[in-house]
């Protein structure tokens, strides 16, 4: 086991901690809010988007601390992170704006580049296919 597999392991639980926060918040209270703030933004079809972006938020980021799925997901949350910046954080500007989207948006890519199989169900599947494809048990 490498140094570098624990790291981004526990990089790929908090993301995920934080994105079923995030998703769950958008419920709190009742999803009116949410709607309410997305209508603000004349994003189209508020009341579907609102329900939309947080139950990707709380899947992906279920799946995430699983390591299920885990480059596909990052991809998704990725979309929903450019969405984010460009309907909500640009003009804010870099401090007290897209700083914390921007980061994510990176460590997210790198889940999407090298993945993470330490700690996690695609770790496990990878090496059940191996097992299957050599024809070991």
Do not use: C, W
Not at 13 to 38: P, Q, R, Y
Not at 40 to 46: A, F, R
Not at 92 to 102: A, R, S
């Amino acid at each position: 086991m490498m140094k570098t597999e624990v790291g981004i392991a526990l990089v790929r639980l908090v993301v995920g901690v934080i994105f079923i926060a995030h998703g769950l918040d958008k419920f709190n209270g009742g999803i009116e809010g949410t709607v309410a703030f997305f209508e603000s933004l004349s994003i189209p079809s508020p009341d579907l988007m609102a329900v939309v972006v947080a139950l990707v938020e709380i899947v992906a980021g279920l799946a995430l601390l699983l390591g299920l799925l885990t480059r596909l997901m990052s991809a998704i949350l990725m979309i929903v992170m450019i969405g984010a910046v460009y309907m909500v954080k640009l003009d804010q500007g870099f401090i007290g704006g897209f700083e914390f989207d921007l980061l994510l948006f990176v460590v997210l890519l790198l889940f999407v580049i090298n993945g993470s199989l330490f700690m996690a169900l695609d770790g496990f599947l990878t090496k059940k296919k191996k097992r299957q494809r050599f024809g070991r048990r």
